[in-house]
């Protein structure tokens, strides 16, 4: 993934922080309304895209709390290190997976695997059914094995 900010060397600054949060709460003030937001730098004002807007204030909300922010990029492919974080195992696993025909891939030239995000995501959604699903069982069992079977004393 590409990251779009550098970590800075320090924290922001008390200033920084509170025009931070002086800009979050501007545009948190501007919800329901249909006014345009505009940036001017310099001489020349922008327009900004409706859709960054509740992003650019959350950020701002972050950085005016005084924590750190990076800014990255989702990618339509993944690669193997990329899935294992997202699913939260090891890369041999992920690995494994894909031999198996579990998630599929595809090879670049190379001989590196990528996921589309898309089959990463539905693989995770089928997984967590699956295990919705034996939890349910294994309660079940577990409450036809206490009525069936009391304990004498």
């Not at 550098?6 to 309304?33: C, H, I, V, W, Y």
């Not at 505009?38 to 327009?47: D, F, G, M, P, S």
């Not at 034996?134 to 577990?142: N, P, R, S």
Request: glycine share 6%.
């Amino acid at each position: 993934m590409a990251t779009l900010t550098r970590k800075p060397d320090r924290g922001p600054t008390e200033a920084e922080s509170r025009q931070a949060r002086e800009l979050a709460q501007a545009l948190a003030e501007r919800k329901g309304t249909h006014g345009k937001v505009r940036l001017q730098i310099n001489k020349k004002a922008v327009e900004i895209p409706a859709r960054a807007i509740p992003l650019i204030a959350k950020i701002m909300e972050k950085v005016g709390a005084g924590e750190w922010v990076e800014v990255r990029t989702i990618h339509e492919t993944l690669s193997t290190t990329e899935a294992a974080e997202i699913l939260n195992v090891s890369r041999p696993y992920i690995v494994k997976l894909l031999d198996q025909g579990m998630i599929p891939c595809v090879t670049t030239e190379g001989n590196h695997r990528r996921i589309r995000r898309a089959d990463l995501l539905e693989f995770k959604r089928r997984k967590d059914a699956e295990r919705r699903k034996l939890v349910g069982e294994l309660a079940a069992e577990g409450q036809h094995l206490n009525r069936e079977y009391k304990l004498e004393r």
